[in-house]
Protein backbone atom coordinates (compact mmCIF):
# COMPACT_ATOMS: atom_id res chain seq x y z
CA UNK A 1 0.00 0.00 0.00
CA UNK A 2 2.96 2.43 -0.31
CA UNK A 3 2.31 5.23 -1.90
CA UNK A 4 -1.17 4.52 -2.55
CA UNK A 5 -2.28 8.27 -2.34
CA UNK A 6 -0.05 8.81 -5.18
CA UNK A 7 -1.58 6.05 -7.25
CA UNK A 8 -5.03 7.35 -6.42
CA UNK A 9 -4.67 10.80 -7.59
CA UNK A 10 -2.55 9.52 -10.87
CA UNK A 11 -5.67 6.42 -11.26
CA UNK A 12 -8.26 9.41 -11.21
CA UNK A 13 -6.53 11.45 -13.33
CA UNK A 14 -5.43 8.61 -16.60
CA UNK A 15 -8.16 7.73 -18.17
CA UNK A 16 -10.32 11.45 -18.24
CA UNK A 17 -6.86 12.72 -19.92
CA UNK A 18 -6.21 10.28 -22.45
CA UNK A 19 -9.62 10.51 -23.37
CA UNK A 20 -9.66 14.16 -23.39
CA UNK A 21 -8.23 14.03 -26.84
CA UNK A 22 -11.09 11.69 -28.21
CA UNK A 23 -12.58 13.08 -31.51
CA UNK A 24 -16.23 12.95 -30.00
CA UNK A 25 -15.23 14.52 -26.43
CA UNK A 26 -12.50 16.95 -27.40
CA UNK A 27 -12.47 18.08 -23.43
CA UNK A 28 -8.53 19.66 -24.31
CA UNK A 29 -10.52 22.43 -26.52
CA UNK A 30 -11.71 23.50 -22.76
CA UNK A 31 -8.20 23.51 -21.19
CA UNK A 32 -8.19 27.47 -21.86
CA UNK A 33 -10.89 27.93 -19.27
CA UNK A 34 -10.73 24.52 -17.52
CA UNK A 35 -7.23 25.25 -16.68
CA UNK A 36 -6.80 28.76 -14.86
CA UNK A 37 -10.25 27.77 -13.07
CA UNK A 38 -8.82 24.70 -11.44
CA UNK A 39 -5.39 27.07 -10.68
CA UNK A 40 -8.11 29.84 -9.18
CA UNK A 41 -10.01 27.39 -7.13
CA UNK A 42 -6.02 25.88 -5.85
CA UNK A 43 -5.31 29.15 -5.18
CA UNK A 44 -7.99 29.29 -2.38
CA UNK A 45 -8.39 25.52 -1.47
CA UNK A 46 -4.58 24.96 -0.94
CA UNK A 47 -3.93 27.51 1.38
CA UNK A 48 -6.87 26.71 3.53
CA UNK A 49 -5.67 22.96 3.47
CA UNK A 50 -2.24 24.05 4.88
CA UNK A 51 -3.68 26.00 7.49
CA UNK A 52 -5.87 23.43 8.55
CA UNK A 53 -3.11 21.22 7.83
CA UNK A 54 -0.79 22.75 10.68
CA UNK A 55 -3.47 23.33 13.09
CA UNK A 56 -4.18 19.33 13.68
CA UNK A 57 -7.88 19.79 11.88
CA UNK A 58 -6.76 16.88 9.14
CA UNK A 59 -3.50 15.17 9.20
CA UNK A 60 -1.82 12.34 6.15
CA UNK A 61 -0.28 9.01 7.19
CA UNK A 62 3.30 9.03 6.15
CA UNK A 63 2.54 5.07 5.27
CA UNK A 64 0.65 5.81 2.45
CA UNK A 65 2.98 8.53 1.03
CA UNK A 66 6.02 9.50 -0.76
CA UNK A 67 7.28 11.44 1.92
CA UNK A 68 7.57 14.82 -0.49
CA UNK A 69 5.95 17.70 1.06
CA UNK A 70 6.00 21.37 0.06
CA UNK A 71 4.09 23.71 3.12
CA UNK A 72 3.86 20.90 5.21
CA UNK A 73 1.20 19.46 2.36
CA UNK A 74 2.19 16.14 1.04
CA UNK A 75 2.97 15.94 -3.08
CA UNK A 76 -0.24 13.65 -2.65
CA UNK A 77 -2.01 16.42 -1.86
CA UNK A 78 -1.08 19.29 -3.62
CA UNK A 79 -2.20 16.87 -6.59
CA UNK A 80 -5.17 15.64 -5.70
CA UNK A 81 -6.37 19.60 -6.33
CA UNK A 82 -5.40 19.35 -9.91
CA UNK A 83 -6.23 15.82 -10.54
CA UNK A 84 -9.24 15.40 -8.91
CA UNK A 85 -11.26 18.63 -10.32
CA UNK A 86 -9.84 17.59 -14.29
CA UNK A 87 -11.24 14.31 -13.53
CA UNK A 88 -14.56 15.34 -12.21
CA UNK A 89 -14.93 18.78 -14.85
CA UNK A 90 -14.19 15.78 -17.44
CA UNK A 91 -16.77 13.59 -16.28
CA UNK A 92 -18.93 17.08 -16.35
CA UNK A 93 -17.99 17.67 -19.65
CA UNK A 94 -18.98 14.29 -20.96
CA UNK A 95 -21.92 14.00 -19.56
CA UNK A 96 -23.16 17.25 -20.98
CA UNK A 97 -22.89 16.59 -24.36
CA UNK A 98 -24.27 13.15 -23.76
CA UNK A 99 -27.36 14.03 -22.08
CA UNK A 100 -29.45 16.75 -24.75
CA UNK A 101 -32.31 17.31 -21.68
CA UNK A 102 -31.51 17.35 -18.48
CA UNK A 103 -34.46 16.44 -16.14
CA UNK A 104 -33.68 20.17 -13.96
CA UNK A 105 -34.91 23.36 -15.68
CA UNK A 106 -34.21 26.64 -14.34
CA UNK A 107 -37.22 26.97 -12.47
CA UNK A 108 -36.63 23.48 -10.56
CA UNK A 109 -33.08 24.42 -10.21
CA UNK A 110 -33.86 27.25 -8.37
CA UNK A 111 -36.20 24.63 -5.67
CA UNK A 112 -32.94 22.94 -5.69
CA UNK A 113 -30.76 26.28 -5.09
CA UNK A 114 -33.17 27.20 -2.01
CA UNK A 115 -33.42 23.91 -0.97
CA UNK A 116 -29.31 23.70 -0.52
CA UNK A 117 -28.68 26.83 0.58
CA UNK A 118 -31.05 26.25 3.51
CA UNK A 119 -29.63 23.07 4.44
CA UNK A 120 -26.17 24.45 4.55
CA UNK A 121 -27.64 27.57 6.61
CA UNK A 122 -28.88 25.28 9.23
CA UNK A 123 -25.77 23.36 9.02
CA UNK A 124 -23.67 26.54 9.74
CA UNK A 125 -25.78 27.12 12.47
CA UNK A 126 -25.02 23.93 14.48
CA UNK A 127 -21.58 23.40 13.42
CA UNK A 128 -20.30 26.88 13.54
CA UNK A 129 -18.36 26.39 16.39
CA UNK A 130 -16.71 23.59 13.99
CA UNK A 131 -13.60 24.69 11.93
CA UNK A 132 -13.79 22.22 8.98
CA UNK A 133 -18.13 22.12 9.47
CA UNK A 134 -18.10 25.88 9.42
CA UNK A 135 -15.43 27.14 7.15
CA UNK A 136 -16.71 24.12 4.41
CA UNK A 137 -20.54 25.27 4.56
CA UNK A 138 -19.52 29.37 4.46
CA UNK A 139 -17.68 28.58 1.78
CA UNK A 140 -20.61 26.53 -0.51
CA UNK A 141 -22.90 29.37 0.36
CA UNK A 142 -20.75 32.29 -1.00
CA UNK A 143 -19.82 30.43 -4.27
CA UNK A 144 -23.30 29.17 -4.52
CA UNK A 145 -24.66 32.86 -4.25
CA UNK A 146 -22.36 34.04 -6.67
CA UNK A 147 -22.92 32.01 -8.86
CA UNK A 148 -26.80 31.89 -8.65
CA UNK A 149 -26.32 35.72 -9.28
CA UNK A 150 -23.18 35.87 -12.03
CA UNK A 151 -24.05 32.41 -13.78
CA UNK A 152 -27.31 30.43 -13.05
CA UNK A 153 -27.60 28.96 -16.02
CA UNK A 154 -24.48 26.41 -15.01
CA UNK A 155 -26.56 25.10 -12.67
CA UNK A 156 -28.60 22.58 -14.06
CA UNK A 157 -26.10 20.58 -15.46
CA UNK A 158 -23.75 20.70 -12.71
CA UNK A 159 -26.36 20.35 -10.14
CA UNK A 160 -26.89 16.72 -11.90
CA UNK A 161 -23.67 15.98 -13.15
CA UNK A 162 -22.35 16.58 -9.63
CA UNK A 163 -25.13 13.58 -8.36
CA UNK A 164 -23.15 11.35 -10.56
CA UNK A 165 -19.71 12.15 -10.14
CA UNK A 166 -20.40 11.82 -6.22
CA UNK A 167 -20.39 7.81 -6.68
CA UNK A 168 -16.78 7.91 -8.14
CA UNK A 169 -16.18 10.36 -5.47
CA UNK A 170 -17.55 8.04 -2.22
CA UNK A 171 -14.88 5.18 -4.21
CA UNK A 172 -11.46 7.41 -4.12
CA UNK A 173 -12.04 9.43 -0.95
CA UNK A 174 -13.70 6.17 0.54
CA UNK A 175 -10.38 4.77 0.09
CA UNK A 176 -8.45 7.99 1.87
CA UNK A 177 -10.99 7.93 4.40
CA UNK A 178 -9.78 4.29 5.63
CA UNK A 179 -12.40 1.79 3.82
CA UNK A 180 -10.76 -1.08 3.07
CA UNK A 181 -7.64 -0.35 4.85
CA UNK A 182 -6.05 -0.65 8.37
CA UNK A 183 -5.60 2.54 8.59
CA UNK A 184 -6.69 6.36 6.81
CA UNK A 185 -4.98 7.77 4.43
CA UNK A 186 -5.95 11.10 5.40
CA UNK A 187 -7.77 11.11 9.36
CA UNK A 188 -9.97 14.21 10.68
CA UNK A 189 -9.86 15.48 14.06
CA UNK A 190 -13.82 15.21 14.52
CA UNK A 191 -13.87 17.57 17.54
CA UNK A 192 -13.52 20.20 14.05
CA UNK A 193 -16.82 18.62 12.34
CA UNK A 194 -20.33 17.21 12.78
CA UNK A 195 -18.54 13.51 13.27
CA UNK A 196 -21.13 12.11 10.74
CA UNK A 197 -19.81 10.09 8.07
CA UNK A 198 -21.34 8.28 4.94
CA UNK A 199 -19.24 5.38 5.36
CA UNK A 200 -15.65 6.63 6.08
CA UNK A 201 -16.40 9.77 4.59
CA UNK A 202 -17.36 12.95 7.16
CA UNK A 203 -20.42 14.64 5.89
CA UNK A 204 -18.26 17.69 5.32
CA UNK A 205 -16.09 16.40 2.30
CA UNK A 206 -19.14 16.08 0.16
CA UNK A 207 -19.81 19.76 0.54
CA UNK A 208 -16.22 20.59 0.56
CA UNK A 209 -16.23 19.03 -2.84
CA UNK A 210 -18.65 20.83 -4.38
CA UNK A 211 -17.52 24.66 -3.36
CA UNK A 212 -14.17 22.96 -4.61
CA UNK A 213 -15.77 21.90 -8.30
CA UNK A 214 -18.39 24.67 -8.43
CA UNK A 215 -15.42 27.44 -7.96
CA UNK A 216 -14.11 25.33 -11.41
CA UNK A 217 -16.95 25.40 -13.00
CA UNK A 218 -17.98 28.75 -12.57
CA UNK A 219 -14.29 30.64 -13.24
CA UNK A 220 -14.57 28.56 -16.78
CA UNK A 221 -17.35 29.65 -17.50
CA UNK A 222 -16.55 33.03 -17.19
CA UNK A 223 -13.00 32.67 -18.87
CA UNK A 224 -15.03 30.84 -21.45
CA UNK A 225 -18.24 33.84 -22.12
CA UNK A 226 -15.37 36.33 -22.46
CA UNK A 227 -13.43 34.19 -25.21
CA UNK A 228 -16.40 33.79 -26.93
CA UNK A 229 -17.43 37.64 -26.89
CA UNK A 230 -14.39 38.50 -28.81
Request: charged share 10%; hydrophobic share 50%.
Amino acid sequence: MERLYLWLDLGSLALPLIFSFHPKIKFYKLWPSVLPGILAMAIVFIPWDIYFTANGFWGFNPDYLTGIEWFGLPMEEWLFFFCIPYACLFTHHVLSSLIQWWPLNQKRTNWVYVLLVTALVIGLWYGFEQWYTASAFLYALLILGLTQNTAPQILPSFFMSYVVILVPFFIVNGVLTGTGLSEAVVWYNDTQNFGVRFGTIPLEDTVYNLGMLLTVALVGHHIQKRFSAH
